[in-house]
């Protein structure tokens, strides 16, 4: 138990790339229940579908594709316009996801992409609907 | 490993009606090259020599060489000329250096690469057309 708090403490403590993705009502409503005695581990409560290892897998070819520096921040909610891409950029760098995951996109699911998580989603539909 | 992409012959129809529909044939053109890459390297066994991310990346160049273009009927014209040079290649018609200098290696064909005059001087725009201005 005091465990259990000292780790939620310090994952509060690491800025962890998930966190900004997380929404608030997440939160707010696990703290009106009665029964909670601990706070939850942040990594429990994103509410995002992706999973970490296809987001990041995303955002190397992300950076590889506009020539980010390392030092650049690419989260999950980061649009593909903030880091400087135009509309041809952001085809080819779902063109080089398609390469990176073995995959293909539908035309006009591909075209509605505009942040790393929409793109890392739309990947683990399709990765689920071919398994 | 997902269906080989064939690259259906369908002409681009000279008909745009507006800029929007020009950018998405333009994007539709691009996916379609992006796709054909894996079959290009094959052909013409470019797997030690360059990566699909360098082709990709010559082909987006040469679209962002022509992205200030605004009339759809010459967007139309560009795209046709670019499925027939993609036609040719994946075709076969084309040879292992063509490829090789053209995709490549930087230059690219001599008469590419001078841009249309952008912003040079006003004394060389106006040099052909009069000596007095």
Known sequence: MASMAAASTSLQARPRQMVTAVKCFCQGSRSNLSFTLRPLPTRLSVSCAAKPETVDKVCEVVKKQLSLKEGDQVTAATKFAELGADSLDTVEIVMGLEEAFDIEMEEDKAQAIETVEEAAELIEEILKAKA | ?133
């Not at chain 2, 699909?52 to 200030?68: D, E, K, Y």
């Not at chain 2, 994946?90 to 490829?99: E, L, S």
């Open chain 2, 1 to 133: 490993m997902a269906a080989p992409f064939t690259l259906r012959k369908i002409g681009v129809q000279p008909n745009s009606a507006n800029l929007t529909e020009a950018r998405r044939r333009v994007f539709d053109f691009f996916r379609a090259a992006c796709r054909s890459i894996p079959t290009i390297m094959d052909i013409y066994n470019l797997q030690d020599v360059v990566a699909p991310s360098q082709l990709r990346f010559a082909i987006s160049a040469q679209i962002r060489n022509n992205a200030h273009v605004t009339d759809p009927k010459v967007i139309d014209l560009l795209l046709f000329k670019g499925m027939e040079e993609l036609t040719d290649i994946v075709d076969h018609a084309k040879q292992r250096h063509h490829i090789i200098g053209q995709y490549v290696v930087g230059e690219g064909l001599v008469q590419n690469t001078g841009s249309k005059d952008q912003g040079k001087s006003d004394f060389l725009k106006n040099f052909y057309t009069s000596n007095y201005f």
